[in-house]
């Protein structure tokens, strides 16, 4: 499974990629608005800098909901850099975005998934990617890692290409859960990656071996 980094926070972006785990990044316009980042350019710049700090694909969403205004947006956020992934909402317009992007050779990901028919259409139109949103749904007491493994189920048995972006993680046991489910990626926030590096007993067992350790030098 992938790691992406869920954020447009650049130190944080920093701090994972330095761990030498993280395969691209996710961002959303609450996640962009969170930085302070205004107006086009500014915009624009920003997923410049996330793109040469990180070398795998980083989505950027786009603002629009009819189909021309999508496409004129994915257009240019696309030439910003190789790696850039238009990311497109689930509704009509953006899946007929979505076919028109995958005829023009443009990677997208498909976002607000919260049902396995969405991800259907998702893949028919082409998305690289698919991005079910598993902690909002486990938010309105549904089971966000059913619909998981409900969607790498039905890819693998229909044979589509499109990627299961397991999205809006909020704990390390939900990525835990991902990879049990067979997402191809998660996106997840640092905390929610530190805290996979977290167990008592390794801190206790470190304790014990740097006091021995120190008794033979
Ligand atoms: C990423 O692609 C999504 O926009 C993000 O994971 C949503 O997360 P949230 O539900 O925590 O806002």
């Known amino acids: 499974m992938k790691f992406f980094i869920d954020t447009a926070n650049i130190e944080q972006i920093k701090e994972a990629n330095d761990l030498g785990i993280l395969d ?68 009509k317009d953006g899946i007929k975005a979505i076919k028109w992007f995958t005829d023009n050779g443009i990677k ?14 998702a893949a028919k139109a082409g998305a690289t990617f698919v991005s079910p949103f598993l902690g909002r749904i486990d938010d309105s007491s549904w089971d966000g890692i059913q619909l998981i493994e409900q969607i790498v189920n039905i890819y693998n048995v229909q044979g589509y290409m499109t990627e299961v972006l397991a999205a809006s993680i909020r704990t390390p046991l939900h990525i835990v859960r991902c990879a049990e489910a067979g997402a191809d990626i998660c996106t997840c926030p640092l905390p929610s990656i530190l805290g996979l590096l977290k167990h008592p007993l390794t801190d206790l067992g470190l304790q014990q071996f740097l006091n021995d350790a120190k008794t033979m030098q």
Do not use: R, W
């Open 24 to 91: 691209g990044v996710t961002t959303n316009p609450t996640l962009m608005a969170k930085e302070g980042i205004k107006g086009h350019d500014a915009i624009m710049a920003h997923y410049k800098t996330i793109c040469e700090i990180v070398d795998g694909p980083v989505s950027a969403e786009v603002f629009g909901t009819k189909f021309e205004d999508i496409v004129e947006e994915g257009k240019k956020l696309a030439l910003i850099h190789p790696n850039i992934v238009v990311k497109v909402p689930m509704i």
């Open 108 to 121: 997208t990901n498909c976002t607000l998934v919260f049902s396995a028919g969405q991800a259907i259409l």
